[in-house]
């Protein structure tokens, strides 16, 4: 309330600066009170906070002159935070701010001074830019600081010889300094820009006036320089009194009160500007930078896990470097125990930092790490069970080439099977056992086996699968191949049997006999060869291929051998059927005739049977084949043939011997046709005509000497023999008349049945006359026809 309660303009002093380094003794001075600020003989800090003393000095455009001491920087237990706000309150608040250091001004020095300024500024932006809606101090919207006086107390070194005869030498050194500790800061053009102007440094762009004042030590006896408040202006060294001097000229004759809404600042708006400020500050509009300690153990935590990682690929790369993949299980606990090393080695790394280790992020690191060997890790799994796999089956493969073929298919099927199973199941064995997996993990995730496009057992299994049928296919050529030679020895000994027999002939019997011994002996090649092999028999190979001797081998050659033995016996018989028929013409010509029937029938008799026991001599042994049946069938109908024709002979012998008898017949009929009238049958009816025929030959026998000897039935013989050749041409014309009569007959037969329809139709029951008007004009003219004579062919004329 004081401090509003003040109308008068300000022109406010602000003295900044590390702690002891003089501050509140330079106030003291600039006022000529040494007891204006208190000053410490302890290595503590005397000045907390911010103070404000008002003088009787004037200002350039009088203004009161008003001194601002600070903390300074750099306490104990202080964080750089708390520096930066002071240093922003006095540059904000003061008119002119005067940067107390002692001794030098170096980069660090430059560098906090600079820091500083940034962070001010920044404040000032940012509490600019939310002061919309509050009643802002008009400094706020400036762009730049208040003039700055940079004061080097103690200072005893001499400047540099460029500088030394300059009217403000400190100054040009500050900015031939700034020029070369700049180049840090900006690249390439910007460089070269600032080299030819010191005003672009940093410092020189925010703050219009960078001046720099150095002074002597103000004592040179320790007890003094201990509690500098106990001297007088008097025994103060004359260069500090002279420069302080100057010093204080160069301040206060340039000093103007800052503006605020076009007017001087005054107590109030001094009050105004320091509400608001202190408002922002606790607005957190202050931006908070880390201090160099937090940003160096940032970078230690950084470095540190960086470490930690690259530590870790190590212990990686030296995990499965062996020739064959380790097991899954492992795997994971050699990574676990990488893993937690890593965490380890990461925490003692931060041991004596105010740092917490950042487990989660080391994790999400290693497991990249962790993710590249994996991967190769499953190659290198895939790789190995793939060769697992491929030795496995040329193991198998050897197994099966030394199984000596043929073989049982049902054995060979078993062995393989049983191979194949302790194969895949020893492959199994192996791969379940490299697939357990390993302890618990904490830091990361375990490892797993691979994914496979096909299960390996699975794939093992089908390969095996292919080799034993490769091998059972091999196998059953091999089978095949000893059935085709057995075949081949059986169809070779059926040939070489039956070429023995080739001009043999067989009869029935004996071509049973012959089969049998054949068949004993195709079926004994055909097993012979098999006998090596028992379980061939069991096998479909051997009906199969039987089947095929039996039709092939067997039964195509025995029936070409039993067609061919066929023939010669059809040519044997032949010859023999014409020996046989030959010799029995020759001897039917001895034969008497004409002769009695018995006795001709008894000789006939004798040379039949010559002739057959002739056919019968000739194949004793052949009588059940084809060939002699059929022999003796042509000469039973030869001798048949032969018989017929002696006893035709015979008779027409009698007949000729009879001769007169016949011509006493032949008269009688032909007197009998000269008897015979319109209704005589003799010549009209076959029948009638062969009995009168008949009757007048059998009459005619006695008559002649040759025929009394005849028997009666040799007399029936001789009639047929006469009627039909010599009474041929009279029989015919017999049938002759015989037709022509039954067609008048029959043409009688047919006229009368018409005349009896016709009756009926005109009998007393019509009432139609018989006569129409009409058919009187008809029959008049003579084109009159009964219709009763419709369809016999008559008319009336």
């Known amino acids: 309330q004081r401090l509003a309660g003040h109308d008068a303009s300000i022109a406010l002093l602000s ?45 350039k455009d009088g203004s009161e002159v008003w001194l601002l001491d600070s903390e300074g920087f750099f306490g104990p237990h202080v964080a750089e935070g708390y520096d930066a706000k002071i240093f922003t309150v006095a540059s904000l608040l003061g008119a002119h701010l005067v940067y107390n250091t002692v001794k030098i001004i170096d980069q660090q020095a430059v560098s906090l001074l600079e820091m ?99 002074l002597f030590l103000p004592a040179t006896q320790r007890d003094h320089l201990q509690d500098l408040s106990r001297l007088s202006w008097n025994e103060l060294t004359d260069e500090f009194k002279e420069e302080l001097t100057t010093l204080k000229s160069h301040l206060f004759d340039r000093l103007e009160a800052r503006r605020f809404e076009g007017r001087p600042m005054t107590g109030k708006t001094l009050e105004r500007a320091l509400r608001f400020i202190v408002q922002g500050l606790r607005r957190g509009m202050f931006h908070e930078l880390p201090s160099l300690w937090k940003t160096w153990t940032t970078q230690v935590a950084e470095m540190s896990l960086q470490d930690a990682d690259t530590w870790f690929a190590s212990l990686l790369n030296n995990i499965d470097a062996g020739e064959n993949p380790i097991p899954v299980g492992q795997l994971t606990d050699e990574v676990e125990a990488a893993r937690a090393r890593s965490v380890l080695f990461y925490r003692e790394l931060l041991h004596d930092f105010e740092v917490r280790p950042s487990i989660t992020e080391l994790e999400k690191r290693m497991a990249v790490h962790f993710e590249t060997k994996l991967n190769r890790y499953h190659e290198r799994v895939q790789r190995w069970v793939g060769n697992m796999a491929t030795q496995a089956k040329d193991g198998v493969s050897r197994m099966l080439a030394a199984v000596e073929l043929p073989v049982n298919p049902d054995s060979l099927r078993r062995q393989c099977e049983e191979v194949s199973k302790a194969t895949v ?26 994914t496979f496009e096909q299960e390996p057992t699975q794939q093992l299994n089908n390969d095996l699968k292919t080799l034993q049928g490769m091998r059972e296919l091999e196998n059953e050529r091999e089978i095949v191949q000893h059935f085709k030679i057995a075949v081949s020895a059986a169809d ?158 015979n008779v027409e012998l009698w007949k000729v011997h009879s001769d007169e008898a016949t011509r006493c017949a032949l008269n009688k009929n032909q007197a009998e046709q000269q008897r015979c009238g319109l209704t005589c049958f003799f010549n009209k009816v076959p029948a009638v005509h062969k009995s009168i025929s008949h009757k007048h030959l059998v009459s005619c026998f006695p008559k002649s000497g040759t025929g009394a000897r005849m028997s009666a039935s040799m007399q029936e013989k001789v009639f047929e023999d006469w009627y039909s050749k010599d009474l041929a041409h009279d029989a015919d014309t017999v049938w002759n008349h015989f037709y022509l009569m039954s067609a008048v007959i029959g ?32 029959y008049n003219q003579g084109a009159y026809v009964n219709p009763g004579y419709r369809g016999t062919g008559y008319t009336r004329y």
């Open 15 to 59: 003295v900044v600066g590390p702690y002891h380094s003089g501050k509140s003794f330079l106030l003291n001075s600039l006022m000529g009170n040494a007891k204006a600020f208190s000053i410490g003989r302890r290595t503590s800090p005397e000045t907390m906070g911010i103070w404000i003393c008002r003088t009787e000095m004037k200002a």
């Open 116 to 214: 500083l300024a940034r962070r001010a500024q920044l404040f000032r932006t940012r509490t600019s830019a939310e002061a919309a809606n509050l009643e802002a101090p008009e400094f706020l919207s400036m762009r730049s600081f208040p003039p700055v006086t940079w004061v080097v107390e103690d200072f005893v070194q001499e400047l540099p010889h460029e500088h030394r005869g300059a009217t403000d030498g400190a100054t040009a050194w500050l900015r031939s300094y700034l020029s070369q500790f700049n180049d840090t800061h900006y690249d390439g053009q910007r460089l070269k820009d600032v080299e030819n102007d010191a005003d672009r440094h940093t410092l020189s762009r925010l703050y219009q006036d960078l001046r720099v004042h150095t």
């Open 425 to 450: 199941k020893d492959l199994s064995a192996k791969l379940t056992a490299f697939a357990i997996r390993g302890s618990r993990v904490k830091h990361g995730k375990p490892a797993a086996m691979p």
């Open 492 to 649: 070779e000994a059926v040939e070489r049997e039956l070429k023995l027999q080739t001009n043999a002939l067989y009869s029935k019997s004996r071509m049973k006999e012959l089969q049998r011994d054949v068949s004993i002996k195709c079926w004994q090649a055909f097993d012979e060869h098999l006998n090596r092999y028992k379980w061939m028999k069991n096998l479909p190979h051997y009906k199969t291929h039987k089947d095929l001797v039996q039709t092939d081998a067997y039964e195509s050659r025995v029936k070409r051998f039993s067609a061919a033995n066929d023939q010669r016996l059809q040519s044997y018989y032949r010859q023999a059927l014409d020996r046989c028929i030959t010799g029995y013409k020759t001897r039917k010509q001895s034969i008497q005739m004409p002769a009695d029937e018995r006795d001709l029938d008894a000789e006939h008799g004798r040379l039949a049977s010559l002739s057959q026991e002739m056919l019968v001599e000739q194949g004793k042994d052949l009588a059940d084949t084809d060939a002699y049946r059929g022999a003796l069938r042509s000469l039973n109908s030869v001798l048949e043939e032969g018989y017929q024709h002696v006893r035709q002979k």
């Open 747 to 778: 043409i009688v037969g047919i006229g009368v049945t018409s005349w009896s329809g016709l009756c009926i139709c005109c009998g007393p029951g019509r009432r139609e006359p018989l006569m129409t008007p009409q058919h009187h004009q008809q």
